[in-house]
């Protein structure tokens, strides 16, 4: 089983829709979990961190973490074509493990 | 002032050469990792270093030899190059909690 695991994309949604983006996590310890966002060409960058259970707002972006389901997931509302992307979970138990991304393309 | 810095950007070299990819972070961080991103988009841990000292070294060939002369450098040389080798190789830093990350060395053996 793979440390970090993301829905298989390419995730497709239209303009002004919600996206959203699942991951699943083997390591029961882990505290820290993040989404990063990687447009084509340049680095990871994180746009959420989420620590303890329930949801975590920022504008347009929701996380949530289920820890007794080892899951976290990314909600963006109202899509836009900025925020085509791959989009990286990623786990800190005791350093970054990333799972594989998911693709999101938004379609004006 | 660029926090987690890299250096080349891009690098062709032919097979069997040696190479060497610098890192610099300005942040304070005592972690600092390097990943290796292939054509699929996944980042793979290679190596954790804090404070100089080595923590993960996942299952890398060992023609891959970081070296940390301080804790704000982080340092990948690779011996005998290999096709498979071809990647972006990512630098990144954290203080416990979130990494950030250099621009990437696009590596390309050829």
């Known amino acids: 089983q793979k440390e970090v695991e993301q829905n298989s994309g390419p995730l497709s949604v239209p303009e002004g829709a919600i996206a959203s983006l699942n991951c699943t996590y083997s390591d029961r310890v882990s505290q820290s979990f993040f989404w990063y966002r990687q447009y084509s060409g340049k680095s990871p960058e994180l746009i959420m961190s989420?620590?303890?259970?329930g949801d975590k707002e920022d504008g347009r972006f929701t996380a949530q973490l289920n820890k007794a389901s080892q899951y976290v997931s990314l909600l963006i509302r109202d899509s836009q074509p900025s925020d085509s992307a791959t989009y990286l979970c990623a786990v800190n138990p005791h350093d970054m493990r990333f799972g594989a991304g998911t693709r999101l393309t938004v379609k004006p | 002032d660029t926090a987690v810095s890299q250096t080349p950007k891009y690098l062709v070299t032919q097979m069997g050469n040696d190479k060497s990819i610098k890192c610099e972070q300005n942040?304070?961080?005592?972690?600092m990792y390097w990943y290796k991103q292939d054509s699929k988009k996944f980042l793979k841990i290679m190596f954790s270093?804090?404070?100089?000292?080595?923590?993960i070294n996942e299952t890398v060939p060992n023609r891959f030899s970081p070296k940390s002369p301080d804790k704000a450098h982080l340092n990948l040389h690779i011996n005998s190059l290999e096709l498979g080798d071809s990647a972006v190789y990512f630098c990144?830093?954290?203080?416990?909690?979130?990494?950030?990350f250099g621009q990437g060395t696009r590596l390309t053996v050829v």
């Open positions: 270093y804090n404070n100089k000292e080595l923590i």
């Open positions: 989420i620590y303890s259970n």
């Open positions: 990144a830093s954290s203080q416990g909690e979130s990494a950030f």
């Open positions: 942040l304070g961080h005592d972690t």
